[in-house]
C-alpha cells in the first residue's frame, strides 16, 4: 500500500470510505499503528495530558511538539502525520508561520492543526498561501477551556451550530485541508460534513462524518480520568495492543465505532 496524502484522504471523501486517525507520541506505539493499517497519526497536544500529566493542554511547547513529531516521523512509514499547534503559538500568522515552520522542518509532519474559527481565517489563509497544510479544529477546543469554563458538547444551541458550520466553511475557504470537530451533536457534524469538500474526522461528533480520531491512551483505556462517553475501550475488548489497534481500524471503516451510545444529541 502507497504513502497516504491528503489526495488520497479526498478520495477516500468522495468514495465515502471511513478515514482512521489515531494520536501516537513516540516510536514504538507508532510502529504498532503503522501495522495496524492506520490512515492518519495526529501528534497532539494532548500529550500535555496522557504523556505530561498535566490538567490541561495549555503548558505544551512547540519543543515538545517538535520532540514527539520527530520520535513518530523516525518510523512512521505510510501514515499522513499531523502536528498541533500548541496554544500560545499560532497568535499572529508570522508566529504560526515559525511555528508551523519548525513542526514541518525539524519535527517532518505533513501538516499542522489549529484550533479556532473566525480568528484563525487570516492565519490559516497565510500558511496555505505558503505551501503549509493546514487541518483546522472546532467545536470543543481543549485550549481554549478557561473560556469555555469546562469539558462541555459546543454546538446544542441554534446559534451555537451555525456559528461552527459557519467557521467550518470558512476555513476550508481560507485554504485549510481537513478539518477536526470534537464533541458536537451527531446532527451538526453531519451537516458540516455534507457542507464541505474537505475530510472532516470526528472525536465525540458521531458516526456521519469521514473519519475517526480517538488520543490514544483513551482507546486503550490507560487514562486517569474515568472512561469518556464518546470513548470505546478497545484494549479490554481485544487483550492486546495491536488487536485494540486494528479492531478500531475495523469498527472505524464499518461506522460500528462510535455507536449511538458514544454519539451526543
Ligand atoms: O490533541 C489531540 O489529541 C487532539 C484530538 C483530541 C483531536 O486534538
New binding site residues.
Given amino acids: 500500500m502507497g504513502k497516504i496524502t491528503i489526495s488520497t484522504l479526498d478520495e477516500m471523501k468522495r468514495a465515502g470510505e471511513k478515514i482512521a486517525v489515531i494520536?501516537s507520541y513516540d516510536a514504538s506505539f507508532t510502529r504498532q499503528i503503522e501495522k495496524a493499517g492506520m490512515d492518519v497519526i495526529?501528534v497532539?497536544?494532548?500529550l500535555g495530558n496522557v504523556v505530561q500529566g498535566h490538567e490541561s493542554?495549555l503548558p505544551v511547547t512547540v519543543g515538545d511538539i517538535v520532540y514527539h513529531t520527530a520520535n513518530v516521523m523516525r518510523v512512521s512509514e505510510r501514515c499522513l502525520v499531523i502536528a498541533?499547534m500548541p496554544f500560545m503559538s499560532h497568535g499572529t500568522p508570522k508566529q504560526a508561520l515559525d511555528t508551523a515552520g519548525r513542526l514541518m522542518k525539524e519535527g517532518g509532519a505533513h501538516m499542522v492543526k489549529i484550533e479556532g474559527g473566525a480568528p484563525q481565517l487570516e492565519t490559516v489563509r497565510h500558511l496555505a498561501a505558503r505551501a503549509v497544510p493546514v487541518c483546522g479544529?472546532l467545536g470543543l477546543m481543549p485550549q481554549s477551556i478557561h473560556q469555555l469554563g469546562g469539558y462541555r458538547v459546543q454546538g446544542r444551541g441554534e446559534h451555537e451550530g451555525e456559528r461552527i458550520l459557519k467557521d467550518a466553511v470558512g476555513l476550508q475557504q481560507a485554504g485549510a485541508q481537513m478539518l477536526?470537530l470534537?464533541c458536537i451533536p451527531a446532527l451538526l457534524a453531519e451537516e458540516i460534513t455534507r457542507a464541505v469538500d474537505i475530510p472532516v474526522i470526528g472525536?465525540g461528533a458521531g458516526k456521519d462524518v469521514d473519519g475517526q480520531?480517538l488520543?490514544l491512551y483513551d482507546m486503550l483505556g490507560i487514562t486517569m480520568h474515568d472512561t469518556l462517553s464518546f470513548v470505546r475501550d478497545f484494549l479490554a475488548e481485544e487483550g492486546s495492543v495491536q488487536g485494540a489497534l486494528r479492531a478500531y481500524v475495523d469498527a472505524v471503516r464499518a461506522q460500528a465505532f462510535p455507536a449511538e451510545e458514544h454519539t451526543f444529541k
Avoid: A, P
Wanted: hydrophobic share 40%.
Fill in positions: 494520536t495526529l497532539g497536544d494532548s493542554t498541533d479544529h477536526v470534537e472525536i480520531v488520543v
